[in-house]
T-cell receptor, first 114, second 116 residues
Framework: KNQVEQSPQSLIILEGKNCTLQ??????????LRWYKQDTGRGPVSLTI?????NTKSNGRYTATLDADTKQSSLHITASQLSDSASYIC?????????????FGTGTQLKVEL | NAGVMQNPRHLVRRRGQEARLRCSPM?????VYWYRQLPEEGLKFMVY????????ESGMPKERFSAEFPKEGPSILRIQQVVRGDSAAYFC??????????????FGEGSRLTVL
């Protein structure tokens, strides 16, 4: 069964600090891995998409890494801001389909405080 | 260029009533997906549609739920005879092509259904 597990479930950090969120998956056959940011009461917004051959991808202060051998990914947030407070969702796509072949993690709830 | 538009944003229904959720994809997008998000759970795929066709409805409950994407107008997710367990956020997403893994997927803001 395809699964995506994220850790930690929730995290509180001070503004300006860095943090790293983890994602482990068992989706097969693997196509790509995405990280989304979901603000409370809003829809998910894409941060990065990585294919099998990509090890790292950055989007501003967000850097995602992928280790396809160990089936692990991380999302590193640098110099956090209050606006980074949101749920961060790891999503893995299987080969052979579109949005109907996505497996979603339950997200890491990040809170950035002053 | 407007994003994916969903309405209503919030909907309250009593048990046994019908709920209709609408989704207008981004301009130029012909692939529409519906997902359901329960509290403390990840999004779950429900149905995948292209214009006038249901491509994959493997995630949709067999009874009471239906979806359509007519030639003209928005995609509609219809829930008949709602029950309390249908209370959830329903998200629509669209993509421009069937690139592997749907390529870039754009989500709407969701419709939050509360069943009393």
């Amino acid at each position: 069964k395809n699964q995506v597990e994220q850790s930690p479930q929730s995290l509180i950090i001070l503004e300006g600090k860095n943090c790293t969120l983890q994602c482990n998956y068992t989706v097969s056959p693997f196509s790509n891995l995405r990280w989304y940011k979901q603000d409370t009461g809003r829809g998910p917004v894409s941060l990065t998409i990585m294919t099998f051959s990509e090890n790292t991808k950055s989007n501003g202060r967000y850097t995602a890494t992928l280790d396809a051998d160990t089936k692990q990914s991380s999302l590193h947030i640098t110099a956090s801001q209050l606006s980074d407070s949101a749920s961060y969702i790891c999503v893995v796509s299987a080969i052979g389909g579109g949005g109907n072949k996505l497996t979603f993690g339950t997200g890491t709830q990040l809170k950035v405080e002053l | 260029n407007a994003g994916v538009m969903q309405n209503p944003r919030h909907l309250v229904r009593r048990r046994g009533q019908e709920a209709r959720l609408r989704c207008s994809p981004m301009k130029g997008h012909s692939h529409v997906y519906w997902y359901r998000q329960l509290p403390e759970e990840g999004l779950k795929f429900m149905v995948y549609l292209q214009k006038e066709n249901i491509i994959d409805e493997s995630g949709m409950p067999k009874e009471r739920f239906s979806a359509e994407f007519p030639k003209e107008g928005p995609s509609i997710l219809r829930i008949q005879q709602v029950v309390r367990g249908d209370s959830a956020a329903y998200f629509c997403a669209s993509s421009p092509s069937l690139a592997e893994g749907a390529g870039e997927l754009f989500f709407g803001e969701g419709s939050r259904l509360t069943v009393l």
